[in-house]
């Protein structure tokens, strides 16, 4: 099989599966881009096969995980919970189909306009690429501190920084110790995810509690009403006002220049900073969620191209979490030989523009063809427990095959203390950032 026609397989695969994925409420979208990343990864696939694949997957799963937010007022991702509240206010007065239809829009105005941008400032980057490489762990710090002020728990997300890296180093450190794995070797794919799924093992920790448990039961079923949407008008000018599109455009590009911060807190910046209106609650309520569906396409596709391209290290939360797999995943890549350093900036252009042209078209039709018909389909027919059993388990398995049975109680520990500081504000970013910002300075405070 040509490598075009491979490409070609692995986008549509990779739209196949992250429209069903995205569709389930509750799902993260490290823990589920990352296993069927790495495993493409680990089958010595060709690089350009690897990098269509995810660029198709993180702009299908941007699309669809909000789907759910809008019509049964659930969560798909992480990215998905600032829309939370005006989905909630839109789904009360009847409007989730036209939700639906604004959200569409708002993710192909984000890649209509942060691909091209990414790309050319990745190309202006790329020149001081090993310059930037020498700061990298400042550039950690940096953002762990920025994001940390960012963040509602501003106090308890700076205190956290230097006991959660005391607490990955420690892990790392008991493992050269004790020849589970080489001196040297960073653990970092199974402590990530650790991080990302910590607030269901803290969720699912505290089902052991009987008053929990009770506090949980009901002998009512929930009721969902999916509305049915109006399949006949794709228009996105139609469909959207010009202060929609021009507000969701700007957003889009200005993200791209902040591409090392949290795309979680630029989305819920950017969503009330842009999403002011004094035309009424429900015209303001469409206007924020254009934005941020715009903002999630954009914050993602800079996140990765342009460490990717420019770099080859993960420098942002995008390349920490549900990149990783592109630049760490041994023996494959290394944060030395990966796609980076495989591809050529042109070899990377055709992958990257045709999974997002594939991608943002289907996921767009599908989306305001078939939202009503795919969330039943979903909702009915795949049991959530069932997705989130499967990825739990691909965890496990990964933390066995990067440190032996031990890592997996490593990261039952570190899961346990992220969910924890997760529930008291300190966000992903924070942790992300303190985890690859951990050995330098775990270094300083001993140095």
Request: charged share 10%; no cysteine.
């Amino acid at each position: 099989m040509g490598i075009f026609l491979q490409m070609i397989v692995a986008i549509l695969a990779g739209v196949v599966i992250y429209t069903l994925i995205g569709f389930i409420p509750g799902t993260d979208e490290t823990s589920v881009l990352v296993p069927i990343t790495l495993t493409l990864v680990l089958t010595g696939v060709d690089a350009r096969v690897i990098l269509a694949f995810f660029v198709a997957a993180i702009i299908t799963l941007s699309v669809t995980n909000a789907i759910p937010t809008a019509l049964v007022g659930l969560p798909g991702g992480v990215m998905a919970t600032p829309m939370m509240e005006h989905s909630l206010y839109l789904k009360d007065k009847g409007l989730s189909a036209v939700v639906i239809k604004k959200m569409a829009v708002g993710s192909l105005i984000g890649v209509v306009i942060a691909l091209p941008t990414s790309l050319i400032l990745a190309s202006l980057i790329a020149p001081y690429g090993n310059f930037l490489k020498q700061y990298s762990s400042l550039l950690f710090v940096g953002g762990a501190i920025f994001l940390s002020l960012l963040s509602k728990a501003k106090i308890l997300s700076l205190l956290s920084i230097i006991p959660l890296s005391m607490l990955f180093m420690s892990l790392r450190h008991l493992y050269w110790g004790t020849g589970i794995v080489p001196e040297g070797k960073n653990i970092t794919v199974s402590f990530f995810l650790a991080i990302t799924i910590g607030p269901l093992i803290i969720n699912l920790i505290e089902l052991f509690s009987k008053s929990n448990r009770e506090k949980l039961e009901t002998d009512k079923n929930k009721e969902i009403i999916i509305p049915k949407m109006d399949t006949k008008q794709l228009n996105p000018f139609k469909i959207s006002t010009k202060e929609e599109m021009g507000r969701a455009a700007i957003s889009s590009f200005i993200s791209n220049f902040l591409f090392v911060l949290s795309p979680v807190g630029l989305t819920i910046l950017f969503g009330e900073i842009m999403g002011k209106s004094k035309k009424g609650k429900t015209e303001e309520s469409f206007l924020t969620i254009t934005v941020m569906s715009a903002m999630i396409q954009a914050t993602y596709i800079s996140g990765i191209l342009i460490p990717i391209i420019a770099l080859g290290i993960p420098l942002s939360p995008v390349s920490i979490g549900p990149g990783i797999a592109l630049f760490d995943a041994e023996p494959v890549f290394t944060t030395q030989n990966n796609i980076h350093h495989i591809l050529s900036f042109k070899e990377m252009l055709l992958p990257i523009i045709l999974a997002a042209f594939i991608a943002i078209t289907v996921s767009y039709v599908l989306t305001n063809k078939y939202a009503s018909s795919i969330s039943n389909f979903v909702l009915k027919k795949i049991p959530h427990e069932a997705i989130l059993g499967l990825f739990i388990s691909f965890i496990i398995l990964l933390s066995y095959m990067d440190a032996g049975v031990v890592n997996i109680f490593g990261v039952l520990l570190i899961s346990i203390v992220s969910g924890f500081l997760n529930r008291q504000g300190v966000n992903y970013g924070v942790q992300f950032m303190a985890l690859y910002a951990a050995p330098w300075i775990i270094t300083q405070l001993v140095g």
